[in-house]
C-alpha cells in the first residue's frame, strides 16, 4: 500500500510538532508549506525531523514547501496558518488578519486537493473553519475543526490531576464553539465508567469546567507570546489518524450542521464519528434545558464571529 500523504499549510509552532507526530506515529509522508519567506523554516524542521527518523525507528519522508504543486493530491491537509494570539488578545481578535490567509489557502486548495480531509486549526476556529469551507465550496464531510478533541483534552487532563488517575478512563465530552462560551458537559463526564458527579464536589467540577473554557489563555498567559502548540497539534493528529485508518472514533470537533441540534447553517463543536468518509455522522446528545441553553449562547457568539467574515 502506498504511503499517505499529509500536507501541513502552516510551518509555525503548531506545524512543527504536527510534522513531528506524524512521522512518529508513521501515518505517511508529510509535506509542510509556508509562505515563501518561511520557506526555509519549513525546509528545516522537515529536515531536521528527517535527521530524527532514524533515531525514532520511523519511516516517514518529510518536506518543506512554498509551493502548492507540492502538497497536490494530499489524503490530509491540517491547516494553522495565521497568526497566532498575544496576551491580552481573544481568539475573535485574529478574525480579519486570518480570514484573508485561510481565504487564500482555501482558493489554493480548492485547485490542489480537493478529495482531501481537511483539518482547520486556525484560531478563531469556528469561523475560519466555516470560511474555508464557503471558499472552497467542498463538501461538509470532507472539513472539520480541530478544538472539541483539545477542550475535551484539557478538561481531561485537569480532572485527572485533582483525581490522581490516569488520563486514559476519563471521558469528559466538549460541545459548543471554540472560546469562552464552550460547553463542558460535566453530568456526562466518566471516569472508568463512573459519573465524574459523584466522584467531585459540584464547587471542584465547576472549577474545572472554569479552568477548561479559559484553558487556552492559561497557556497564552504562561508563554508570553505565542499560543498552545503541543497539545493542538496532538489533537489535530487524532483526527487525521481516526480519518486514515478509518477508525471511526467519535471526536468532538467543529462540524458543519445541518439540523443537528436545532442548528443550521453553522459550524459547532459537537461529537462527531470520523472515519474514512470524513465527518461520517454527528451524534445528538439529548441535553438538559440549560445545556441546551448554553449550547445557544455559543453559537450566538459563534455567529456573531461568522457575520464578521461577510461570507
Ligand atoms: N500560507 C501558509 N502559511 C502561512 C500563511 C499562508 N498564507 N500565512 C501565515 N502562514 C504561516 C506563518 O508563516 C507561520 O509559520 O503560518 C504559521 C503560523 O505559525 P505560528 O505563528 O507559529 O502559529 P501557531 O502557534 O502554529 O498557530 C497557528 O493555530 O491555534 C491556532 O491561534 C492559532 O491561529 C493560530 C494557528
Known sequence: MARK????????????????????????????LDIPDMEGVAKGKTLDITEATPLLGVDSNLSGTSNYADVAGADVVIITAGLPRKPGMSR???????LKIISDVGK?????????????????LDSMVYAFKKVTGFSKNKVAGMAGVLDTGRFRSFVAMELGVSVEDISAPVLG???????????????????????????????????????????????????????????????????????????PCAAYLEGEYGINGYYLGVPAII?????????????????????????????????????
Open 5 to 32: 500523504k499529509i500536507a501541513l499549510i502552516g510551518g509555525g509552532q503548531i506545524g512543527g510538532i504536527l510534522a513531528l507526530l506524524a512521522a512518529q506515529k508513521e501515518l505517511g509522508d508529510v509535506v509542510m
Open 92 to 98: 475573535d481578535d485574529l478574525l480579519e488578519m486570518n
Open 108 to 124: 489554493n486548495l480548492k485547485k490542489t486537493c480537493p478529495n482531501a480531509f481537511h483539518i482547520i486549526v486556525t484560531n478563531p
Open 177 to 251: 464553539g471554540h472560546g469562552p462560551t464552550m460547553v463542558p458537559l460535566v453530568r456526562l463526564a466518566t471516569v472508568g465508567g463512573v459519573p465524574l458527579t459523584e466522584l467531585l464536589s459540584a464547587e471542584k467540577i465547576e472549577a474545572i469546567a472554569t479552568r477548561t473554557r479559559k484553558a487556552g489563555t492559561e497557556i497564552v498567559n504562561l508563554l508570553g507570546s505565542g499560543s498552545a502548540f503541543f497539545s493542538p497539534a496532538a489533537s489535530a493528529i487524532e483526527m487525521a489518524e481516526s480519518y486514515l485508518k478509518d477508525k471511526k472514533r467519535v471526536l
Open 275 to 311: 472515519g474514512a468518509g470524513g465527518v461520517e455522522k454527528i451524534i445528538e446528545v439529548k441535553l438538559t434545558a440549560d445545556e441546551k441553553a448554553a449550547l445557544m449562547n455559543s453559537l450566538e457568539a459563534v455567529k456573531t464571529a461568522v457575520k464578521e467574515t461577510k461570507l
